[in-house]
């Protein structure tokens, strides 16, 4: 079976955190370890404590306040082959794994992404992110120069490629498109694919 390691970063967000960690122990295919990086004695580590799962495992840092830091623990740390990250505040439909990974191998990528569905407390649901911009089943090169159609919660990876780029920090970076030319580069490289259908709840 393909063994897929789950990142999750977080802070400060217990209220959210738990729901974010459920979607992920609840996919049609189970992940290997879901690694959730976060601070030391933060609420965020009672949550993980709570759950009973030898599968989720807490790894600590300092407080940085950048996503990207702890990503990248994340990364040092998993034994997958695959990489499948998810931010805190996101949940996962249940078949998430299973469809993005049977896309990806389909069509022969070495990374996937796909739709999400934008859910705001206050106003409902308000439609999806992607929208139907990208119109064919690969996400080309000259399309990821122009605009991020890259959900962070939807990214599925090979860990074999991650050796070659790390997520970067904003402080370094104008407006984040440092980390989106990467990726456009990576698309390129080794292919990206989007699975068109909708499987993540932000």
Not at 79 to 92: Q, Y
Not at 103 to 111: E, F, L, V, W, Y
């Amino acid at each position: 079976m393909t063994e897929i390691s789950v990142i999750i970063p977080t802070w400060n967000r217990a209220e959210t955190l738990g729901k974010a960690i459920s979607s992920a122990l609840n996919q049609t295919l189970p992940p290997l370890e879901i690694i959730v990086c976060g601070v030391e004695g933060s609420l965020d580590q009672e949550v993980v404590n709570s759950i009973n799962d030898p599968r989720v495992r807490w790894i600590e840092g300092g407080r940085d306040g950048l996503a990207s830091i702890p990503r990248n623990r994340g990364i040092n740390a998993s034994r997958g082959e695959w990489l499948a990250f998810l931010d805190s505040d996101d949940e996962w439909l249940p078949d998430k794994l299973e469809k993005q990974l049977k896309h990806a191998n389909k069509m022969g990528c070495s990374a996937a992404c796909s739709d999400a569905i934008r859910y705001i407390p206050s106003k409902g649901y308000a439609g999806t992110i992607v929208n139907g911009e990208v119109s064919g089943d690969l996400i080309s090169f000259s399309l990821l120069s122009n605009n991020n159609y890259i959900v962070c919660s939807s990214v599925l990876i090979k860990k074999r490629h991650c050796g070659k780029m790390r997520w970067i920090s904003r402080r370094y970076i104008v407006k984040s498109w440092g980390r989106l030319r990467i990726m456009a580069a990576y698309s390129y490289t080794y292919g990206l694919c989007l699975c068109k259908r909708t499987i993540i709840n932000l």
